[in-house]
């Protein structure tokens, strides 16, 4: 069969490369797989990916190579010395800003056109239209490479400036980590009273949703730096009210160490005088070095 699709390798096969690559050949792509375990191709190959012996015929295989491993350390050892003239390099591999300025300038050296990725889904959301992917780095990549990277979901390019993508894939999974180590902590006190986790579940996700849109409020806020505005909610009655979440941790036998250190900045900033304030005031402690 033939296509006008481009080819498309992926290095690294885990959970998340084996869905990219299933994306790949879904839309249609040729599609050549390398993986260090490489019997995690197998089911690929069958579907008609091509296996490849090394890194090396992998990256010769295809003008866009897609790597997804477990982190840059393992890219950059897998890729080794070779030469990436005339290759589109993105790397979906998690990573920090910094990790992402570094090896853009090393794929450079190599020879590469490179764009840095941060994959915003689970590997089941990989083809859906729930996934979304953030790149930055090189426009020209992004261009070529974005019918292939489209199979994969949204793909929303955040600039040349090549750190955007990681930085902005940490700063939601931190947002995303603090919804987990909340729902966690309301887990362990309702379930702490014989409450069932799947009786309790459909209320925390009502409630969850009915604040998910705290953020844009507050990003206004943010931008003016002005927190004395549109408050509903002030500073200093949350702080007060917060001592209870500790306080029903305690009676329930539960720890509340995972939200201590907020509970602390909340009276912090109440202290200091903005009670009448919005709680997102407290941005300004978490910016300061001496915290
Ligand atoms: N899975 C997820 O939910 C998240 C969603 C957002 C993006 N992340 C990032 O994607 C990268 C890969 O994640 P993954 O889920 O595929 O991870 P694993 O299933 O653990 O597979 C890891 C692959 O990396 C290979 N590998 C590790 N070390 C080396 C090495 N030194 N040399 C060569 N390959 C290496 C590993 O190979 P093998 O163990 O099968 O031989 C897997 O292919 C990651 O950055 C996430 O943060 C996923």
Not at 40 to 60: F, Y
Not at 73 to 96: A, M, P, Q, W
Not at 164 to 172: F, P, V, Y
Not at 229 to 252: C, I, K
């Amino acid at each position: 069969m033939t296509t006008d699709k481009p080819s498309v390798t992926v290095l690294g096969l885990g959970a998340m490369g084996t869905a990219l690559a299933g994306a790949l050949l879904s839309a249609g792509h040729p599609v050549t797989v390398w993986n260090r375990t490489a019997a995690k191709a197998d089911a690929l190959v069958e579907r008609g990916a091509a296996r490849a012996a090394s890194p090396a015929e992998a990256v010769a295989a295809s003008q866009i190579v897609v790597a997804c491993l477990l982190d840059y350390d393992s890219v950059r050892e897998v890729l080794g010395t070779e030469s990436l003239r005339g290759r589109t390099l993105v790397n979906l591999t998690n990573g920090t800003p910094g990790q992402a300025r570094r090896f853009a300038e090393w794929a450079a050296c190599q020879g590469a056109d490179y764009l840095d990725g941060g994959i915003m889904a689970v590997p089941p959301m990989i083809g859906t239209p729930a996934a979304f992917v953030l790149y930055s780095g090189s426009a020209g990549a992004f261009d070529r490479a974005r019918p292939a990277l489209d199979t994969f979901g949204e793909s929303i390019f955040l600039g040349e400036a090549v750190g955007r993508a990681a930085l902005t894939d940490i700063a939601l999974l931190t947002g995303m980590y603090g919804m987990i180590a909340g729902s966690l902590q309301a887990f362990a006190l309702v379930t702490a009273d014989g409450v069932p986790a799947t009786d309790f579940a459909p209320l925390l996700t009502r409630w969850l949703q009915a604040m998910s849109g705290w953020a844009d409020g507050a990003a206004k806020q943010l931008d003016s730096g002005d927190y004395a505005t549109g408050v509903v909610s002030n500073l200093g009655m949350q702080a007060a009210s917060f001592d209870n979440l500790h306080r029903t941790a305690d009676e329930q036998g539960v720890h509340s160490g995972l939200f201590a250190p907020l509970g602390r900045l909340m009276q912090q900033r109440a202290a200091d005088g903005h009670g009448h304030e919005d709680l997102t005031g407290i941005i300004e402690l978490l910016r300061k070095d001496d915290n």
